[in-house]
């Protein structure tokens, strides 16, 4: 069964910085790609705010401010957040996607807030 293990997430003040981290329990480059999204509040959908491909390709919709990046090694993939707005704060989940099957962690919450 594959695990994903979301860390990092904590209050923070605007303008701060955050590192989120999501752990494997396989090896990530297995999987097709791998991502994070987040829910701003409950009843809304997960939007998606990075994504990383098995080649190492990302994307990103939150641009200039969030940086997707892995460690094959450690079988982690992080997201890297700075310049934080109040409009960030979400629970903020891993994903991936391996063959046609879709596994998500259980979310960190991250507030920002002065």
């Known amino acids: 069964q594959v695990q994903l293990v979301e860390s990092g997430g904590t209050l923070v003040q605007p303008g701060g910085s955050l590192r989120l981290s999501c752990a494997a329990n396989i090896s990530i480059v297995d999987f097709n790609h791998m991502a994070w999204f987040r829910r701003q509040s409950p009843g809304q959908q997960r939007i998606l705010v990075a994504l990383i491909t098995s080649s190492g390709n990302t994307r990103d919709s939150v641009k200039g401010r969030f940086t997707i990046s892995r460690d094959i090694a450690e079988n982690t993939v992080s997201l890297q957040m700075t310049s934080l707005k109040p409009e960030d704060t979400a629970v903020y989940y891993c994903?991936?996607?391996?063959?046609?099957?879709?596994?998500w962690g259980q979310g960190t919450q991250v507030t920002v807030s002065s």
């Open positions: 994903y991936a996607l391996l063959g046609a099957r879709e596994y």
